[in-house]
């Protein structure tokens, strides 16, 4: 038997088991290194605005530039923030604020990916739908307040019905422009294996408009926290919209200026998650 045929091939797997076992460690893959360094300047390079932001903010308020019923200290508004979480409020607006979102954004996500289908994927859809779809867009998020509160009483379902006609509209229009753009070639290749309906759908037609459908779903919450505060604004007893409304009355400004805060970091926080939901439909599709 020759050498070649006494050779035994070993999967990269178990190379790196055997190389450990033998006291060979293989070093870090220079590129994930980099990667790795380029994520830790990012993160970093992100966090300089706020925290230049903080310091003026700082500076503006010690030096009495501006007066501190205009402008707190930061200090004076994070101790609201922890008054208002040792009497166990503040969660509960956080809260309910964030239940309201997930909500609203998952129903008008759903919605919107099921509308965009339909116009995207048929002329006949696309002709009686868009004309419509575009007037109901044009009405301001106050203007469907009145009506909502008329039909759906003050309660949860009016506003998550707000939400997600603000969810809706981000992955509707998104969607449905990359269905009706996808390259006709792509299209007539996967006919011509007999790919019809659903299979041509989901093989050829869903990977080339998944970074679109991700865009979507982050332009869509975006616009969900949106529209919550504009719910939580006119008709609600909890909820970061209703610490604004209640602050303002009251006339702390502290509070007004801790809520928009804590909606600015959870806005960045659920965008966060959804970006790693991007990257693995990404890498699943594309």
């Known amino acids: 038997m020759s050498d070649l045929d006494q050779r035994v091939i070993v ?41 230049l932001i903080l310091i003026a903010w700082q500076l503006v308020t010690s030096t009495g530039l501006v007066p501190a019923y205009r402008l707190p200290a930061p200090a004076s508004v994070f101790t609201a923030g922890v008054e208002l979480a040792q009497r166990g409020e503040l969660w509960t607006h956080v809260a309910i604020s964030v239940q309201r979102v997930v909500l609203g954004f998952a129903i008008g996500s759903l919605i919107g990916l099921a509308v965009a289908g339909v116009v995207g994927l048929s002329r006949l859809g696309d002709v009686l739908l868009s004309p419509t779809l575009a007037a109901v867009r044009a009405v301001p998020s106050l ?45 007539e290749a996967g006919r011509s294996f007999s790919l019809r309906g659903w299979s041509l759908f989901r093989t050829v037609q869903l990977p080339a408009v998944v970074p679109s459908v991700a865009a979507g779903l982050r332009l869509a919450l975006a616009q969900a926290w949106l529209f919550l ?21 009251s006339g702390r400004v502290d509070r007004i200026i801790l809520s928009i805060v804590l909606l600015a970091l959870l806005g960045t926080l659920t965008n966060g998650v959804l970006a ?3 990257k693995y439909l990404l890498r699943r599709w594309t």
Do not use: C
Not at 29 to 44: E, M, N, S
Not at 143 to 166: C, D, F, H, N, R
Not at 229 to 249: R, W, Y
């Open 276 to 278: 790693l939901v991007e």
């Open 11 to 51: 999967p990269a797997e178990s190379r790196d088991a055997l190389d450990f076992a033998a006291g060979r460690h293989r070093r870090p893959d220079a590129g994930a290194r980099r990667q790795g360094g380029r994520v830790a300047v990012r993160i970093l390079a992100g966090l300089l605005l706020p925290a």
């Open 143 to 187: 203007a469907w307040v009145p009506l909502l509160i008329l039909w759906m009483q003050i309660g949860e379902e009016s506003k998550v019905t707000l939400i997600a006609i603000g969810a809706f509209f981000p992955v509707y229009t998104t969607v449905a422009s990359a269905l009706r753009h996808v390259d006709p070639q792509l299209v």
């Open 229 to 249: 505060v504009a719910a939580e604004l006119i008709a609600s007893s909890m909820g970061l919209g209703f610490l604004l409304t209640d602050s303002q009355n």
